[in-house]
């Protein structure tokens, strides 16, 4: 069955950095785009982008530029988002999710990786 | 970007009783509409993809309607275990945007 498996909660310095990852399995990993997605309670849910896992071509929503990084490890049927440059507001659930075409959806999503920015 | 504005923004409603969620697209969103029911400190699931178009193994009472910029999520028969939160994307433009859920919980 299709799984996406993210990294373990992260506590993060203000101005630091971190990488979570999202490991998929149960399905053939190249043919699915991975996007990434922001929840928080104030702000609910934000896209942040997705990845060709192919390519390794990226798509950023203009307000993630700069925020996230994507990148893909085939060999490992995986899945990263670098966050730099952390502020409190950074703090969130972070979600992987597979993309589905042409109508643009996500049939499964990770279990989120909370993300907390404190000093 | 494209603006989904989702009502109400809780819902109580009574087991058995059917219920409706809108969301109303900013623009003309062409059906690239998906709901999704988010439970309690987990993930999203995919109900409903392509505005009506039910995602495999979700129960027959959920239906989704709707075209241009109106859409809705109709749940036939409230059960215990629908309570929890409710939410739209849109998937015709980027950024692909969310409406700001519906609670809903059991009367």
């Known amino acids: 069955q299709v799984q996406l498996q993210q990294s373990g909660a992260e506590l993060a310095k203000p101005g630091s950095s971190v990488k979570i990852s999202c490991k998929a399995s149960?399905?053939?990993?190249?043919?699915?785009?991975i996007s990434w997605i922001k929840q928080t309670t104030g702000q609910g849910l934000e896209y942040i982008g997705y990845?060709?896992?192919?390519?390794?071509?990226?798509y950023y929503n203009e307000k993630f530029k700069g925020k996230a990084t994507l990148t893909v490890d085939k060999s490992s049927s995986t899945a990263f988002m670098q966050l730099s440059s952390l502020t409190p507001e950074d703090t969130a659930v972070y979600y992987c999710?597979?993309?589905?075409?042409?109508?643009?959806?996500?049939?499964?999503w990770g279990p989120g990786t909370m993300v907390t920015v404190s000093s | 970007d494209i603006q989904m504005t989702q009502s109400p923004a809780s819902l109580s409603a009574s087991l058995g009783e059917t219920i409706s969620i809108e969301c109303r697209a900013s623009?003309?969103?062409?059906?690239?509409l998906a709901w999704y029911q988010q439970k309690s400190g987990k993930s999203p699931q995919l109900l409903i993809y392509?505005?009506?178009r039910l995602q495999d193994g979700v129960p027959s009472r959920f239906s989704g309607s709707g075209s241009g910029t109106q859409y809705s999520l109709k749940i036939s028969g409230m059960q215990p275990e629908d309570e929890g939160d409710y939410f739209c994307?849109?998937?015709?433009?980027?950024?692909?945007?969310f409406g700001s859920g519906t609670k809903l919980e059991i009367k």
């Open positions: 623009e003309d969103i062409y059906s690239n």
């Open positions: 990845i060709n896992t192919g390519s390794g071509g990226t």
């Open positions: 392509a505005a009506n």
């Open positions: 149960g399905y053939t990993f190249t043919s699915y785009d």
């Open positions: 999710a597979r993309n589905r075409y042409p109508r643009w959806y996500f049939d499964f």
């Open positions: 994307l849109q998937g015709s433009k980027f950024p692909l945007t």
